[in-house]
């Protein structure tokens, strides 16, 4: 567990989260700040600070993580599809600095995004 990380605290339960699922390696809840009908992060348990620090150890994380999210978006309703998002590093919109992958769904979604 990281020190003062946002994401490391929800996982620990010292910041409260509505929790959808858990395992050994990930852990996925509602945003605090839906973007969509259903919008929920999937982040490993491991403090990974961005999918720009993945190596092929933590590589078959992600592999565990995106089956998981086939399976909760399935389970959500998500039948007509939906988007995973990763922002990466300052440019790419990171405000958390622990890897966690967005899924938006539930109405149509633009892109390219701005
Ligand atoms: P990003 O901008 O990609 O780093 O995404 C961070 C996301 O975390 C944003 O969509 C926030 O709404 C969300 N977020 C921030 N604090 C919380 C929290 N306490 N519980 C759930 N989601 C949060
Ligand atoms: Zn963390």
Avoid at 36 to 51: G, M, N
Avoid at 84 to 102: A, K, R, Y
């Amino acid at each position: 567990m990281a020190q003062d990380c946002l994401f490391c605290k929800i996982i620990a339960g010292e910041i409260p989260s509505k929790k959808i699922y858990e395992d050994d390696l990930m852990y996925a809840f509602y945003d605090i700040d839906p973007q969509a009908p259903v919008h929920f992060l999937v982040v490993p348990k491991e403090h990974i600070p961005s999918a720009d620090q993945l190596d092929e150890r933590t590589a078959g994380t992600v592999g565990r993580i995106f089956l998981t999210i086939a399976r909760l978006a399935r389970e959500l309703g998500l039948e007509n599809g939906y988007r995973i998002v990763n922002n990466c590093g300052e440019d790419g919109g990171q405000t958390v600095g622990h890897l966690h992958f967005h899924v938006l769904g539930g109405r149509l979604l633009a892109w390219p995004p701005g």
